[in-house]
Nanobody, 113 residues
């Protein structure tokens, strides 16, 4: 698996989680990377992305709550998720933006009281 997401879990509304995605150096250094999510019965959607130059983008529903960042020394992309809501419940994946690599298993995020 070229992109491995981790860090999900069960959290109460208003709580926080930090997701991590480790990538090979060749993937990490040359591509914009994104966090995607797929809720049951829904299509997979891009929620945040970061370019190799650290330019970021967020879907409107997570603006002000989620922060994407990258650690070039560790070839890792993070998604800090604050003030989580039940609607954030989904399997979260990381992948390139644009031309996707094979999808990994993702990491489950469940927001529930």
């Amino acid at each position: 698996v070229q992109l491995q997401a981790s860090g999900g879990g069960l959290v109460q509304p208003g709580g926080s989680l930090r997701l991590s995605c480790a990538a090979s150096e060749s993937i990490f250094s040359r591509n914009a990377l994104g966090w995607y999510r797929q809720a049951p019965g829904e299509q997979r959607e891009l929620v945040a992305s970061i370019t190799s130059g650290s330019y970021t983008w967020y879907v409107e529903s997570v603006k002000g709550r989620f922060t994407i960042s990258r650690d070039n020394a560790k070839n890792t992309v993070y998604l800090q998720m604050n003030n989580l809501k039940p609607d954030d419940t989904a399997v979260y994946y990381c992948n390139r933006v644009g031309v996707w690599l094979a999808w990994g298993q993702g990491t489950q995020v469940t927001v529930s009281s």
